[in-house]
């Protein structure tokens, strides 16, 4: 029998969040199957450069060039949608089963029923795992017995008896010492040391999953330490919830403190100010912690108590200054969209951390209501609407309308100065393709090309650039190219570019648009966007300046204006002239804000992605 085991990425067109993607369950699971098993059982995890930079098409050509009995699905709320779309091109006679894992998982998932899959898996996947390869090795299926199982069922999905937590976390092999990870593409290795949670925060699934907490070995963390160390790791992140109070953190700082002696590296986790001293503070130093991120979410009191949360403010004030005078780098999370919290009280959260001082950076979060919360079961009670669909977004409570949520942003945008919806620009840069790798840019201009391209050769987002300035004219030839691409590749994000010389918004749009083959996409549903949102497909407009081009985004809808992006080079002269003939496009009375081009930082992924210039 073979499985092969996927986690699909955070999705963005400059590839920046792709990077990140570690299949850290995945790897938890093969490792599993091996120790279980042996040779009896092959598990393969997708390597990064499908799994993590691919679009649909390629990622359905690896899987069936492994030819599994089995495909197992990593499930969270940025790529269930996503995940499940490929189940469905996947499932079915002659197909392999399909099982599904992830805190997306549960019964109260609505995604759930209609899906096309074999089995689910409720919380702690690796004993669910072993039981199901062990059935489906065996000839059986009937899975009944298995617990901790959703099964689809012609009356409707079946959960089976719940199923306990490990015991013990020390006969889970480690996916980086057995050789089913490597770091990510940015350097970053995730590290697990517990599971479990001390807090029980109504928005939250961890602790209703893990309610005792359990720790791994020391002696085992140690080894990944190192091995991270030598395999040229930049950083460290533990994922682990509020670092500081995990049992015998002393002997694990001292563990980092120990490994720095070989090579520094950055360590970064999550934490509670109150938690901390300034014994502790010096200790996560000396141990390399270089970046916290911690959960505010509000400082009024009735939100806190509704979800769950506690808040000391002098202990907090406390424990941050600690950091920031250490030189940590402090990540405050505020919540918009508690229950309980009114515009007003988002705003004073804000005030508190800005005017104290208490950040290095201010994120805000809308409330997701995730599957299988608290929150989620009290919503209708509370008086909550939230989205159906992922990232579940409150849209309104009885204390903040969608409008007092965008509010909010606006609010903390103009305090702070940081944007809440940055713009993301398409990748753009590449080495040409030659027939290996994915493609991240097609070039269509004037004369031959470089042939016809394959659209399992499609990457997870694509640049689309035209520079025929006469490309209105030949929109049947543009569309027999890219159709067959973009239907393939549903979840692409898209970027289309093109040039400013015989832009006629009337007919460009609408063609465009018509381009676009969208498969519901999460990044599509930020309603509270203060900006011309980043969705699943944009639209720039090339300006050719004497120091290289300026792009402009033009919104789908709403927004408050262009975002114009130009060479850093640029100044008040080269502004005035992008304002006028953009005018001249789309009418006077526009309004442009103008950034930097972002400079494209090198990486590993570079010598998987290319561009390809298709005649037109």
């Known amino acids: ?34 120790q279980r098993f042996g040779d009896g059982v092959e598990v393969a995890v997708c390597p990064p450069e499908i799994a993590s930079l691919g679009g649909d098409a390629a990622i359905l050509g690896w899987i069936r060039d492994q030819a599994p009995d089995v495909v197992g ?53 690796e004993g669910a795992f072993i039981d199901l390869l062990a059935a489906w090795s065996a000839g059986g299926d009937d899975l009944s017995s298995i617990p901790g199982l959703l099964l689809p069922r012609p009356e409707g999905i079946r959960a089976t008896p719940p199923r306990r937590p490990l015991g013990s976390l020390d006969a889970i092999p480690s996916p980086y010492l057995g050789g089913s990870l490597a770091r990510s593409y940015t350097g970053t290795v995730f590290l697990e040391t517990v599971r479990g949670c001390v807090y029980r925060c109504s928005y ?19 080894a990944e330490v190192m091995w991270a160390v030598e395999s040229g790791a930049s950083e460290i992140s ?97 919540m918009v969209g508690l229950p309980g919290d009114t515009l007003a009280d988002v705003m004073k959260t804000v005030d508190f951390l800005v005017q104290g001082g208490l950040y290095t950076t201010l994120n805000l979060y809308p409330v997701s209501v995730l599957p299988n919360t608290v929150l989620r079961e009290q919503a209708s009670r509370l008086g909550i609407v939230h989205q159906d669909r992922p990232p579940y977004y409150v849209t309104s409570t009885p204390n903040m309308k969608a409008d007092d949520v965008r509010a909010a942003f606006a609010y903390a945008e103009e305090f702070t100065g940081e944007s809440y919806f940055p713009v993301e620009l398409p990748r753009t840069v590449g080495a040409p393709f030659r027939g290996k790798g994915l493609v991240s840019a097609v070039v269509l201009a004037p004369g031959r090309g470089d042939g016809p391209v394959d659209p399992g050769s499609i990457g997870q987002a694509l640049a689309v650039e035209i520079t025929d300035p006469a ?6 030839v543009i569309e027999g190219m890219l159709r067959p691409l973009l239907e393939a590749n549903p979840s692409t994000l898209v970027s289309w570019i093109v040039p400013e ?27 509270m966007s203060t900006h011309p949102r980043s969705c699943s497909s944009q ?78």
């Open 501 to 527: 010389e015989g832009f006629l918004p009337g007919k460009a749009l609408p063609f465009l648009s018509s381009l676009s083959v969208r498969s519901p996409h999460p990044c599509d549903r930020e309603y």
């Open 204 to 222: 939250c699934s961890y602790h209703k999953q893990f309610r005792k907490l359990r720790t791994f070995d020391l002696a085992r963390t140690k």
């Open 471 to 476: 490309w209105l004219g030949k929109m049947g």
């Open 73 to 125: 699905f990593s499930c969270y709320l940025w790529n269930v949608e996503r995940s499940l779309g490929l189940c469905g091109r996947l499932h079915g006679p002659g197909g392999p089963r399909v099982v599904l894992g992830g805190p997306e998982i549960s019964p109260d998932n609505g995604l759930l029923p209609g899906a096309r899959f074999d089995a689910a898996v409720i919380g702690e996947g």
């Open 238 to 334: 533990f994922i682990d919830p509020c670092f500081a109070m995990r049992p015998g953190i002393g002997d694990l700082l001292a563990v980092l403190e120990e490994a720095r002696r070989t090579r520094p590296v950055k360590i970064s986790c999550e934490l509670t100010a109150e938690d901390l001293d300034q014994g502790r503070v010096d200790e996560l130093v000396r141990a390399g912690v270089r970046h916290v991120e911690i959960g505010l979410q509000s400082t009024n009191k009735r939100a806190l108590d509704l979800c769950g949360r506690r808040f000391d403010e002098a202990l907090f004030v406390r424990g941050v200054r600690m950091l920031l005078e250490a030189d940590v780098h402090v990540t405050a999370d505020v």
């Open 1 to 34: 029998m073979k499985a092969v085991l996927l986690q699909l990425p955070v999705q963005s067109h400059d590839y920046g969040y792709s990077l990140e993607n570690i299949p850290l369950a995945a790897g938890y699971l093969r490792e599993a199957a091996r």
């Open 539 to 616: 639209l720039f407009i090339r300006t050719p300046l004497d120091m290289g081009d300026a792009c402009t985004l033009l919104p789908t809808e709403g927004g408050r204006g262009l975002e114009v992006f130009l060479p850093a080079a640029a100044g008040p002269e080269e502004e005035g002239d992008v304002s006028r003939r953009l005018g001249k496009i789309l009418g006077r009375g526009i309004r442009l804000s103008f950034h930097d081009l972002p400079v494209h930082e090198p990486h590993e992924a570079d010598a998987f992605l290319g561009s390809v210039t298709l005649g037109i």
